[in-house]
């Protein structure tokens, strides 16, 4: 028959290994997690990546040339000029 000293050693070491065990399942636990939300997070990144990429594309666009040009015309009122309109003048000096 064992002694009771022994037999309360038994019970804390056992104790002890079910305290790890289950510590170290929680860690793994949110680990997991935590893993999980980083690869969520990239996936949103890149996401917003390519949308920035998209909205900078469309901002470049906006402001061509071209753009520019249909604004000031039909917003605007304005015309191109005629070569009759233009003055040039010369500075000595």
Known sequence: MQRPREILFQI?????????????????VRLTRRSQQAAETKATVETLRRENTAL?????????????????????????LSAGQIV??????
């Open 12 to 28: 804390l070491c056992i104790a002890a290994s079910a305290f790890l065990l289950l510590t170290s399942l929680l860690y793994s």
């Open 56 to 80: 900078q594309a469309r901002c470049a666009f906006r402001w061509s040339l071209e753009e520019i040009e249909r604004y000031a015309a039909e917003e605007l009122g304005m015309q191109q």
């Open 88 to 93: 040039k003048t010369e500075y000595a000096g």
